[in-house]
């Protein structure tokens, strides 16, 4: 596509819920990152893949999160047990591999845990 | 452990006047840095880059080893440069700065 597109833009969902974030990169971006947004701050590095492999997950906060990307292209992270502290901007970038020409932000995703 | 700070929250000045938004880091080696800005109800951008030494929208920083530094600079503040300024250190992937938001009032 033309751009990274991140559905759904808003999820409210209840404590204790499971969530799952969608991005979907630029076309023949190897890369794809996810960040996480809390308010006032700067984006916080979750997890990146180079292709199908998740190259480094150190970001994850917990195992309650996760992310996969079975053929490359689109991501989903997935949250379980949702706590109110999950509650953020979950951002997806994309690039092409090792990040040359920098990266691509889609429009993220604002997760309300109520 | 790398990392990128920006120790002003917020930066107002009037239009017309010079801004500089500080950015400093810490990494190993020799870091690739960049500035991005997200602009209200926008999705964050790329402003620019310090291996390419240009000048987006009258916007320029450059590296300073010595002092661990990468501000922002622009002479002359316009009112549409209000937004989210985001300094960003590249290793694996992007480490960013807490942000500056930047106020250019008429």
């Known amino acids: 596509g033309a751009g990274v597109s991140q559905t759904p833009s808003n999820k409210v969902t209840e404590k204790g819920k499971y969530v799952e974030l969608r991005c979907d990169p630029i076309?023949?971006?190897?890369?794809l990152y996810w960040y996480r947004q809390s308010l006032g701050q700067g984006p916080e590095f979750l997890i990146y893949?180079?292709?199908?492999?998740?190259?480094?997950d150190s970001g994850l906060p917990n195992d309650r999160f996760f992310a996969v990307r079975p053929e490359g292209s689109v991501s989903t992270l997935k949250i379980q047990r949702t706590e109110r502290g999950d509650s953020a901007v979950y951002l997806c970038?994309?690039?092409?591999?090792?990040?040359?020409?920098?990266?691509?932000f889609g429009s993220g995703t604002r997760l309300t845990v109520v | 452990a790398q990392r990128v700070t920006q120790p002003e929250k917020l930066l107002s000045v009037f239009k017309g006047a010079p801004v500089e938004l500080k950015c400093n880091y810490s990494?190993?080696?020799?870091?690739?840095l960049f500035w991005y800005v997200q602009y209200s109800r926008q999705r964050l951008q790329l402003l620019l880059r310090?291996?390419s030494r240009e000048s987006i929208k009258g916007f320029t920083a450059d590296l300073n080893k010595g002092e661990t530094s990468f501000h922002l600079k622009k002479p002359f503040a316009q009112e549409e440069d209000s937004a989210m300024y985001y300094c960003?250190?590249?290793?694996?992937?992007?480490?960013f700065g807490g942000g500056t938001r930047l106020m250019v009032k008429p």
């Open positions: 970038a994309s690039s092409l591999e090792g990040g040359i020409g920098g990266y691509t």
């Open positions: 076309s023949g971006h190897t890369a």
């Open positions: 893949f180079q292709g199908t492999g998740a190259a480094d």
């Open positions: 990494y190993s080696g020799s870091p690739e």
């Open positions: 310090h291996i």
């Open positions: 960003a250190g590249a290793g694996n992937m992007l480490t």
